[in-house]
């Protein structure tokens, strides 16, 4: 199966939270990431976070890392029409290991 | 920084055919990565380098892959014959420390 697992799918209405989760199962891992694609385009890094650490925000952006668990998370508060798009969970040992991607639509 | 350039944008070939891709990482970036998208099988890494120096090239699929790194600023993806099934969006990315940055791809059809 897959190293890094995600929900293929969120829907949320504009204006609310939206929060997409993820699990990884090398606990070796370093550091753990967010990216978002928009279609058409290459993956733009958002955030990250050390693997010693519980939580990260940055602005809109909160991270959730819960190492026991293997669980990430990643909240976007008030989420805007202009979030809607792929939010890919990736984990850092040498190389790097991405999820499937979970494709986020923002309903006005 | 003008960040990860890959060239050329779009590619579009006959199968049988050589296809070279071409990236340039980050100036001081020590890893770079060659990864390809699908709808079918998502972002998979193909292979990486450390220092010019190719580490893990497991995911390259078939011999008719190959990647070269000849210094830090250049390098390329070659598929050769190309077939169909190789159609694909093509990313290369660089990393420094902590932060991978990834360029705007390579959409690869072979007819």
């Known amino acids: 199966g897959e190293d890094v697992e995600q929900s293929l799918f969120l829907s949320v209405r504009e204006g609310d939270s939206s929060v997409i989760n993820c699990t990884y199962t090398?606990?070796?891992?370093?550091?753990l990431y967010w990216y978002k694609q928009e279609p058409g385009a290459g993956l733009q890094l958002l955030t990250y976070?050390?693997?010693?650490?519980d939580m990260k925000q940055d602005q809109r952006l909160t991270v959730l890392l819960n190492k026991k668990d293997k669980h990430l998370s990643l909240r976007i508060a008030d989420t805007q029409t202009g979030d809607s798009a792929i939010y890919f969970c990736a984990e850092r040992r040498d190389d790097m290991r991405f999820g499937a991607g979970t494709r986020l639509t923002v309903k006005p | 920084d003008a960040g990860v350039i890959q060239s050329p944008r779009h590619e579009v070939t006959e199968m049988g055919q050589e296809v070279t891709l071409r990236c340039k990482p980050i100036s001081g970036h020590d890893y770079l990565f060659w990864y390809r998208q699908t709808m079918m099988r998502g972002l998979e890494l193909l292979i990486y380098f450390n220092n010019n120096v190719p580490i893990d090239d497991s995911g390259m699929p078939e011999d008719r892959f190959s990647a070269k790194m000849p210094n830090a600023s250049f390098s390329t993806l070659k598929i050769q014959p190309s077939e169909p099934r190789d159609s694909a969006v093509y990313f290369c990315a660089s990393i420094k420390e902590n932060e991978q940055f990834f360029g705007p791809g390579t959409r690869l059809t072979v007819l």
């Open positions: 090398d606990s070796s891992s370093t550091y």
């Open positions: 976070i050390f693997s010693n650490m």
